[in-house]
């Protein structure tokens, strides 16, 4: 085709434009990729084809007709732009062209292949550039999601100063709408080792973008493609071949989580969390989860939650249970006796019976969050949660708090001291979180876990979560 003229070859639409064919850049069934040369500005274009033939698919057509209509309504200068729609109809090819414009620029993929190596530095600007990008078109309505980005659909231009050089998003081919996705069939588009699972479904959201961008970058920083790297419950194993700070592992962790809950949930998120300054004042996270807990931590990059599981079953519970059921029977013969004197003599001794009943219903209240109810600290974005919750009851201990307000962690490990007597007092651990005048407590006296080691734990935990410092104002 090198040489042959697509287009208005005949003249008769004075404002149609005609390409010159220059250069084959890729192929594969059905499509082709042409540099070309419009042979009206002199300038060169790139020229998508989808020529009708033995192997072509209706979807192809689809996914064609879609990209084209998507780069029509994008205005960006790191996306292509379009320039022409056309039929063509030559005695080499019958089908379809898209064209935009031309960027003078190697893919990453290319630049690896010839031995090109990149730096965390480079690849966090790399990361950047890409996640503003996805900002643009994730905030579009209705949002565009790319679903096939990967190392050949990334250009990347000459390095000038300190910067990588710039990064352009190309090949819209894949590109869907959240509204076109709710509304008709879903293809399943996609690089294998690039897509997440739920791409595998059919289903794609923002953060399906996400995920592909990480796993380029983890392509990037450790030269193997991610579906030859090892898996462990889905997720990518590219630490031991990758060398990292601890900060941009954890945050190339996050990109690639499989379940959605757990990865970036927007690419706005992402480039916070990237650019995030990493404490460096308080100890590194040396502490791991002590053997036998129970308890539940999830954290990734939006929240944190701790989950406490009930205390269970022991022998000590029987005598609440016991007393319980006596006191609360004692209470209702009680208002029934009282009940059955005369009216109204009968009415001030009902309620005395009601702050009786109070402390009957809390023994009992007690007895069931043993066996079946769990406390759950929360964080996220906005605020900061402690509640006690039993079936679908849900109390607040105290009241939700804005996130921002916190401003300290106190960790008291277990010590003793000295009451009036002089004798000698041992006190539990203590993990207080200070939100303004207000603590949330998860040890100490007053507090919901007395086992030391899982405090440490936990305090170390949310030291690296917060970026707080671990205070101890016993030593200080």
Known sequence: MIGEILGDVQGQDATRLCYQVQQLLGKKAGRRTLLARDLKTQELVVIKLLSFGGDFEWDSLKLFEREAETLKSLSHPLIPRYL????????????????????????????????RTFTEAEVKQIAKALLEILIYLHGLYPPVIHRDIKPSNILLGERSGNTVGQVYLVDFGSVQTVLGAETGTRTV??????????????????ASDIYSLGATLIYLVTGTYPADLPQKDFRIQFEQAANLSPSFTNWLKSMIEPTLERRFSSAAVAIAALEKPQPTNFPALIVGKPDGSKIQLTKNWDSLEI???????????ILTGVFAIAWNLFILIWTIVALSAPFPANIPFALFSLSFWGAGFLMVYKFFFNLFGRICLRLNPKEIALTWELFAWKFYRPRASPRQSITKLVYIPKHFTKDSEGTRIAVPAQLDIWVGVKKYQLGGISGVIKSEAELEWLAHELSDWLGLPITNPIRS
Do not use: C, W
């Open 84 to 115: 022409d729609y056309f039929e063509v109809n030559s005695p080499t090819i019958k089908g379809f062209a898209l064209v935009q414009t031309y960027i003078p620029a190697q893919t990453l993929e290319q630049h690896l292949r010839t031995g």
């Open 189 to 206: 588009v996609g690089t294998y080792g690039y897509m997440p699972q739920e791409q595998f479904g059919g289903r794609t959201v923002p």
């Open 307 to 317: 989950i406490i599981p009930p205390s269970g079953f022991h022998p000590s519970i």
